[in-house]
Every structure is written in structure tokens, then in C-alpha cells.
């Protein structure tokens, strides 16, 4: 059995869908959403545990924008339980800065872009007022509202939600997109 520590509900339902999208058992793993990763040592005990109980840990965390210094602390902390960083995940693409919003924009289909485009032209256009734009998390919501029927908007919440936003329609999203090759290896080397 896996367990994967995660920083949040929106990585719990992404990664549960892309999971069974990969052909992967769900059932066979505990996802854990929630979590602030930011602080490792608020999941020692739940780790010490999965270890002593022979699961795999993983960690799959956003990057961020300053990954080097969070990177540190987490190997080290890693290494105290005798893993490595092969064990981690980072949102992403296990290489670059970045969150799960930055993978979800890099899944939208190509004919889908200009909305992305008019959305970073309405952000900037409230900036200038001189309140705050949207952030990528505000750009996802609404990329994903603007493409709801009339039925679907009556339950925006349910479908643009991040914690339950579905990733099934290939209209909204593209999951053979080569942007998840790099979160299938690390899902299929670990949870196979």
C-alpha cells in the first residue's frame, strides 16, 4: 500500500481522477488532502506509522517558486526516515517552479487558449484599477465556468470547485497531454 501526502483538497481530487484515468487502483493507496506540506513535522506521526506499517510515502507538493529552499528541507527531513527524492512529486513537472493551477493551464486543449488569453487581458484590465487581478487558481475557475451549459452553471460550485472539479471532459481538459508524462512515470513507477 501507498500513501500519498498531499498539500491540499484540489491535489486530492486531481490526483484521484488522473489515478483511475492512468488505469491505476485508487482503492490501493490512501490519499491524504489537507495536509500543509509547508510544515513536514504535522504529518510525522502519520508517517512514522505508514513506515512501520512497510507503506510507501510519497509526497507530491507544488514546487512552488522557490523549490530549492523548500526542496532542502523536505530531503532532509526525508532522509531521517531513510527516503529519497524519488519519493517526491512536485507540482508542475518534478522540475520546474511552479503549482498544480500551472499543470491544469498546461492541460487546457488548444482550441480552449483564447479563453485563457481574454482572461489574462480582463486581469490585467482590473489591475489597473488598482485591485488585485486573478491568480491562477481565479484564472482555472473561471476557465472552467466559462464552459459550463446553462444546466451546469446552476452547480458552478460543483463543477468549477477545485476540491470537486471533474477532469473527465476532453472538451475542458486534454489528459493525454505530454505536460503529465512526467506525474504518470512517478505514479506508475510508485503505485504499479
Known amino acids: 500500500m501507498a500513501k500519498l501526502f498531499l498539500e491540499g483538497n484540489a491535489d486530492e481530487n486531481f490526483l484521484r481522477q488522473l489515478i ?6 485508487v482503492a490501493d493507496f490512501v490519499i491524504l488532502g489537507g495536509r500543509d506540506m509547508a510544515n513536514f513535522e504535522a504529518v510525522e506521526d502519520e508517517f512514522s506509522r505508514g513506515l512501520s506499517r512497510e507503506e510507501k510515502m510519497l509526497v507530491v507538493i507544488d514546487a512552488d517558486y522557490d523549490w530549492p529552499s523548500r526542496e532542502t528541507g523536505l530531503l532532509k527531513w526525508l532522509s531521517s526516515y531513510g527516503l529519497m527524492r524519488d519519493h517526491v512529486f512536485v507540482f508542475p513537472n518534478d522540475s520546474s517552479d511552479g503549482t498544480l493551477e500551472d499543470l491544469l493551464l498546461d492541460l487546457v486543449p488548444e482550441e480552449n487558449w483564447p ?3 481574454c482572461l489574462g487581458v480582463a486581469s490585467k484590465c482590473v489591475e489597473t484599477t488598482g485591485a488585485r487581478g486573478m491568480d ?5 475557475y473561471q476557465y472552467v465556468s466559462s464552459l459550463l451549459s446553462k ?16 477532469y473527465s471532459d476532453p472538451k475542458i481538459w486534454n489528459l493525454n497531454s505530454e505536460s503529465l508524462d512526467p506525474l504518470e512515470a512517478f505514479l506508475r513507477k ?3
Do not use: C, Q, W, Y
Open 20 to 25: 483511475t484515468n492512468f488505469g491505476l487502483t
Open 115 to 117: 479563453i485563457l488569453e
Open 136 to 140: 491562477k487558481k481565479d484564472i482555472v
Open 151 to 166: 444546466k451546469e452553471m446552476a452547480l458552478r460550485s460543483k463543477h468549477a470547485n477545485e476540491g470537486k472539479r471533474p
Open 190 to 192: 510508485h503505485l504499479s
